[in-house]
């Protein structure tokens, strides 16, 4: 066997069992080529051909994305000093990385539902899930290293109930419907309160406005989903309204022009430490919606592990 | 069958290399070579080919010596039919190898 062969047969193994053929033909052919630059030109042909089919690029892709993100946690761990928290940083990674292997596999939280709707909100739940428990652990682990290590596992458990909320509202078994209802139901507060505080400035100095809104959001997402996996839709809704008001509140208190941002600083600071004073004040009345939002997430959890108790029942049962 | 979209001007090329001679069991390589692409190019187009039914894949049962079987590949009725009436359409404009085209192409 050629080196060309044995590339071309060793790139086959990683396709599915129905595609090898193709790996086999493609080593065959090369055989009958004469050559050896054409050979070669050949073999790179295949191999381009090999490892840009799905089934390949998901093979290989996913390992290698682990071993990256992995990596990067550890290289990110490194900044903190306080060895307990470095521990808890990592294992809050592993543990939303492992999460990201049961989202591929057949059962409540994936494989994902095909689409451009499914597909963006789940990358768009790694993202914000991600952006949201790198940047708290950074933060807190500036401010105070032993706090911190304290509250990983607390940052950890709530960051899994946010991206298992994620998987199993995209997931191939959860009806488009229910994540329609979702998005519609935690979108919409957003848009709302976004509007509000656009038309009447500056953010609200309480979380009563938008708490009111996430509520209303969430009894929409109930209507719209029918009764099939209602508590899916709601605990979406509310768990996504939620995520998405609170990165608003950090993005608006660090990047909204002055007129946004209420004055919360007390009078004897000048006009620039009063702003920024306030600035960071003002995601004080919001930080309990990032613990709501956790919370609302184990809604569509609870449903899904229970639908998933009643089908392996059912399952049992016929057999 | 329904058609989506018109198939890119190096497949029509194929179906129309496999449709000129719909009975004969063609190789892969001579295949691209008549058509003018690269390994690159070919089999991503015999593939999806093959997963619409258009075209029908076979391994050589009559063996030269000292070499293994090859596959072999001709147009099904439907993708027969499908490169028939692409053949009877006016044709868009000529197929010219340049590499970005044959990257667009897939």
């Known amino acids: ?319 | 069958m329904t058609r989506t979209r018109r198939p890119s001007p190096q497949t029509l090329a194929v179906l129309a290399a496999l449709a000129a001679q719909p009975a004969t069991w063609r190789h892969g390589y001579e295949l691209g070579q008549e058509v003018g692409l690269k390994a690159g190019s070919l089999y991503p187009i015999l593939i999806r080919l093959s997963e619409r039914g258009l075209l029908d894949a076979a391994w050589e049962t009559e063996l030269a010596a000292g070499r293994p079987p090859r596959h072999l590949y001709r147009l099904t009725d439907a993708g027969a039919q499908l490169a028939a009436q692409y053949a009877a359409e006016p044709q868009p404009a000529p197929l010219t190898r340049t590499g970005n085209q044959l990257r667009s192409a897939w």
């Not at chain 1, 451009?116 to 949201?132: E, F, K, N, S």
């Not at chain 1, 709501?292 to 639908?307: C, D, H, Q, S």
Request: proline content about 6%.
């Open chain 1, 1 to 319: 066997m050629t080196p060309g062969e044995r590339l071309i047969a060793a790139a086959s193994r990683l396709l599915p069992r129905a595609y090898r053929d193709w790996g086999s033909a493609m080593a065959a052919e090369l055989r009958t080529i004469d050559g050896r630059a054409e050979r070669w030109r050949f073999t790179v042909g295949c191999l381009r051909v090999l490892f840009t089919r799905p089934a390949v690029v998901r093979a290989v892709g996913y390992p290698v994305l682990t071993a990256v993100t992995l990596g990067l946690a550890l290289w990110w761990s490194g900044r903190f000093a306080y060895a307990p928290l470095r521990i808890g940083a990592v294992a809050v990674v592993a543990s939303l990385v492992a999460l990201g292997w049961l989202g591929r596999v057949r059962g409540p939280l994936g494989p994902v539902r095909s689409g451009a709707t499914a597909r963006g909100v789940r990358t768009g739940g790694y993202a914000l899930v991600a952006l949201w428990t790198v940047g708290l652990l950074t933060a807190m682990g500036g401010k105070d290293p032993v706090g911190a290590g304290a509250a990983a596992p607390v940052v950890g458990a709530v960051s899994v109930a946010y991206l298992a909320a994620f998987l199993i509202l995209t997931a191939r078994r959860t009806p488009e419907r229910v994540l329609l209802a979702a998005l519609a139901g935690g979108g919409g507060p957003v848009l709302l309160w976004t509007l509000m505080v656009a038309v009447f400035p500056p953010i609200p100095a309480g979380a009563s406005a938008a708490l009111l809104l996430i509520g209303i959001g969430m009894a929409g997402a109930a209507a719209i989903a029918g009764p099939e996996l209602r508590l899916v839709a709601i605990g979406g809704a509310g768990m996504l309204a939620c995520l998405l008001l609170w990165s608003l509140v950090v993005a608006l208190s660090a990047y909204a022009p002055a007129t946004l941002i209420p004055d919360l600083a007390a009078p004897a600071l000048s006009a620039a430490d009063d702003l920024a004073q306030s600035r960071s004040e003002i995601q004080d009345p919001y930080v309990g919606l990032i613990v709501l939002g956790g919370a609302l997430a184990l809604l569509p959890i609870a449903a899904a592990l229970w639908t998933a108790g009643r089908r392996a029942a059912g399952t049992r049962a016929l057999g």
